[in-house]
Nanobody, 125 residues
Framework: QVQLVESGGGLVQAGDSLRLSCAAS??????MGWFRQAPGKDREFVAA????????YYGDSVKGRFAISKDYTNNTVYLQMNGLKPEDTAVYFC????????????????????WGQGTQVTVPS
């Protein structure tokens, strides 16, 4: 079993930046991702990164504003969020899994084996 612990959420103003972190208790996966869920909506893909390959993937709504990165040694993934908008308000979940790292596969939440508890990001309008 892998435990994922997220941190870094909060309340910020539109245009501000935040960095989320997700630390895994051990490495038995080859990809990590971020998803988000706003009230009344489905969980949405945000970004993913291969842990053994240098591949990153982004959802269309965050491309150019968010950046995912990893610390391989410490089993940690980060999500740098710049230019935050009210529509970015959601609970952000970290996920990890052993999956085929491709653009189509990493976007599917069902492909991930482990999930964090979520961290709230709020950007008031």
């Amino acid at each position: 079993q892998v435990q994922l612990v997220e941190s870094g959420g909060g309340l910020v103003q539109a245009g501000d930046s935040l960095r989320l972190s997700c630390a895994a208790s051990r490495r038995s996966f080859n990809a990590m991702g971020w998803f988000r869920q706003a009230p009344g909506k489905d969980r949405e893909f945000v970004a993913a990164i291969g842990f053994n390959v240098d591949q990153t993937y982004y959802g269309d709504s965050v491309k150019g504003r968010f950046a995912i990165s990893k610390d391989y040694t410490n089993n940690t993934v980060y999500l740098q969020m710049n230019g935050l908008k009210p529509e970015d308000t959601a609970v952000y979940f970290c996920a990890a899994g052993s999956l085929y790292v491709s653009d189509r596969i990493v976007r599917q939440k069902g492909r991930y084996d482990y999930w964090g508890q979520g961290t709230q990001v709020t950007v008031p309008s």
